[in-house]
């Protein structure tokens, strides 16, 4: 393992929320290891600089094994209070992921993300912009997620801690894909995504990478329902088209 490798591995379980790591070689010959154990990658990626990315989510990771995984999750304090765990939505092999903040009411009680108003907003926004485009996809066929799975009291903002613990979650949904781009929806997904502290504003308009895949950051639809928003929604527009066309043309 080379030392940018070695960076690379320790980086993803920084990400994972990981503190400490005892071992990271495994201790057992390979040729000891019962057949299918997850110890060696299956699928290694390469960066823009041809470095290895390491795999940062158990060999044979499906949508389903995460769903599962979860199950009925305690885990931090958002579990209190909410009706579903509103884990996503779309297809598996989608090659655009979208991530939202999390669930409001409306998702809360159906299980599914971006279901109210400002799901609505978004499947507009997705359908009108690749109609317009020329670019045959609607909604289904995009994958959508949120940071945290469980409803935040009062629609709040997620705490750090709950997005670490759930923020496991969302990144094997985002390797079980591997998506061509993801679209981090506001600032809270950006966080997650990107590890800044910079705004919508100022991340918005260039290409940035979680992992080896590009991502792209926008408004999140909630804050272009406000009225007062127009040069946001012009914005927003541009964004997705971008987006789009790099991921469908
Ligand atoms: N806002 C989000 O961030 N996610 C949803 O699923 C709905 C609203």
Known sequence: MTRDDLRQYL??????????????????????RPAGDSIAPTSRGRDAAGAVIPPIAPSGDSLLKIVEDIGDCRRCRLS?????????????HAR?????????ADEDAQGLPFVGRAGQL?????????????????RADV????????????????????????????FRQLMAIRPKAICALGSTAAKALLA?????????GTWHKWRDIPLIVTYHPSYLLRPYNQNAKREAWEDLKKVLHYVYD
């Open 196 to 204: 800044t502290k910079d705004g919508v504003t100022r991340l918005r």
């Open 143 to 170: 994958y959508i997620c949120n940071v945290v799975k469980c409803r935040p009291p009062e629609n709040r903002t997620p705490l750090p801690d709950e997005m670490e613990i759930c923020g496991e979650f969302l």
């Open 122 to 138: 978004l499947t507009q926004m997705i359908d009108n912009t690749a109609s317009k485009e020329g670019i045959p996809i609607r």
């Open 80 to 92: 209190e209070q909410r009706s579903k765990i509103v884990f996503g939505s779309g297809d598996e």
């Open 11 to 32: 980086e993803f379980y920084r990400d994972l929320g990981l503190k400490e790591i005892y071992n990271l070689a495994p201790a057992i010959p390979r040729s000891a």
């Open 96 to 104: 655009l992921v979208l991530v939202g903040e999390g669930p409001g």
